[in-house]
């Protein structure tokens, strides 16, 4: 199974950025795609983005297209959110999750979550 930590969240303005960082550790970790999702108060969790294990496709919800960014380094084991333009409806907290399965293009079903991490963005 796949440990995933997130870091980097914090408090923002809008317009402002940030970048999440996710470090994954096991076995097999660099084998599965990854993923951001997030959780606003009184909302349901919320698919970000996703990459592939091999880094080469990446998918993105509408709301976040073009302004956030998913990365991953397979030798650091690490996967990455980096948000541009922030606005104060991306408050939430972002949680890192990897697919169940190895060796696939996105998330299909989640297998291990991250503990998240806070964002804030004032007005």
């Known amino acids: 199974q796949v440990q995933l930590v997130e870091s980097g969240g914090g408090l923002v303005q809008a317009g402002d950025s940030l970048r999440l960082s996710c470090a994954a550790s096991?076995?097999?970790?660099?084998?599965?795609?990854m993923g951001w999702f997030r959780q606003a108060p009184g909302k349901e969790r919320e698919f970000v983005a996703a990459?592939?294990?091999?880094?080469?496709?990446?998918y993105y919800a509408d709301s976040v297209k073009g302004r956030f960014t998913i990365s991953r380094d397979n030798v650091k084991n690490t996967a990455y959110l980096q948000m541009n333009s922030l606005k104060p409806e991306d408050t939430a907290v972002y949680y890192c999750?990897?697919?169940?399965?190895?060796?696939?293009?996105?998330?299909?079903?989640?297998?291990?979550w991250g503990q998240g991490t806070q964002v804030t963005v004032s007005s």
């Open positions: 990459i592939s294990w091999g880094g080469d496709y990446t």
């Open positions: 096991g076995r097999t970790s660099s084998r599965h795609a």
């Open positions: 999750a990897a697919d169940r399965d190895d060796y696939t293009d996105s998330i299909v079903t989640v297998g291990s």
